[in-house]
């Protein structure tokens, strides 16, 4: 299971910086959705990080099918996390509250 990367080159920088592979650059509305697309095609990424302000910029369909996918996890960085809690998704993910 590998982890991708979508955002604006800024939020994406450091996340390369850390050595993950997949990081795609995405500026505009369109790339984004185009990028989040390709990254649901690609059956070797377990987890998906966002910036929590792009899943407001996803067009709503694609955003649904993001806050529901168990792979990849979706995880929204920073500000409002875009639907479920961390926790939520992790329960979802793995079947078990790690947190009890």
Same mark, same amino acid.
């Given at each position: 299971?590998e982890?991708?990367?979508?955002?604006? /080159?800024?939020?994406?920088?450091?996340?390369?910086?850390?050595?993950?592979?997949?990081?795609?650059v995405?500026?505009?509305?369109?790339?984004?959705?185009?990028?989040?697309?390709?990254?649901?095609?690609?059956?070797?990424?377990?987890i &998906?990080?966002?910036?929590?302000?792009?899943?407001?910029r996803?067009?709503?369909? &694609?955003?649904?099918? &993001?806050?529901? /996918?168990?792979?990849?996890?979706?995880i929204?960085?920073?500000?409002?996390?875009?639907?479920? /809690? &961390?926790?939520?998704?992790i329960?979802?993910?793995?079947?078990?509250?790690?947190?009890?």
């Amino acid at each position: 299971m590998e982890i991708a990367v979508i955002g604006e /080159s800024s939020f994406v920088l450091g996340f390369r910086l850390a050595g993950i592979q997949k990081t795609y650059v995405a500026e505009s509305d369109e790339k984004l959705a185009e990028e989040v697309n390709r990254v649901l095609a690609d059956s070797e990424v377990g987890i &998906l990080v966002l910036k929590g302000s792009d899943m407001d910029r996803i067009p709503r369909r &694609l955003r649904t099918i &993001l806050e529901d /996918s168990v792979k990849p996890t979706v995880i929204a960085i920073g500000g409002d996390e875009g639907g479920e /809690s &961390l926790r939520e998704r992790i329960k979802r993910s793995v079947g078990v509250d790690l947190w009890k």
